[in-house]
């Protein structure tokens, strides 16, 4: 019985990944916030007891402060890309950590023979108990 199996990410798929998320770094610094357009206000309807929906909620309370303007007329775009800012600060400075250790795995761990993630098969052997 082979066991669990997780593809494996390729050469192009960790470089995707990589230049995507520089991408949204120079996005959410550098970007109007006014110029984000067709941004989803569904998470009105999200369960109260909802983490992500409590810092959503507290997001636009503030920007309503903010403004001195009541809550129901601040623009849920706002809202969304101000949450997303958010979501990205703290993934900020790790993220780059999170490539690497894939890639270093994958490029020092992996059989590169196969398409799925496996230990080279000397990884697997050190693994065998002394009774098999």
């Not at 770094?25 to 983490?51: A, G, K, V, Y």
Request: glycine share 2%; proline share 4%.
């Amino acid at each position: 019985m082979p066991g669990l199996r997780v593809a494996k990410a390729t050469e192009n798929d960790v470089e995707l990944t990589r230049d995507f998320l520089q991408t949204c770094e120079t996005f959410w610094d550098n970007r109007n916030p006014f110029s984000l357009r067709h941004l989803e206000s569904d998470w009105e309807t999200w369960d109260d007891e909802d983490e992500d929906k409590k810092e959503l909620l507290t997001i636009r309370r503030n920007l309503a402060d903010e403004e001195g303007i009541e809550e129901r007329f601040i623009d849920n775009r706002l809202v969304v890309y101000e949450f997303i800012k958010f979501k990205y600060k703290k993934a900020d400075n790790k993220w780059g950590r999170v490539i690497m250790a894939a890639d270093l795995l994958i490029d020092n761990c992996c059989d590169p023979t196969e398409s799925h993630l496996a230990f080279y098969p000397a990884f697997e052997m050190l693994h065998v108990s002394p009774e098999q």
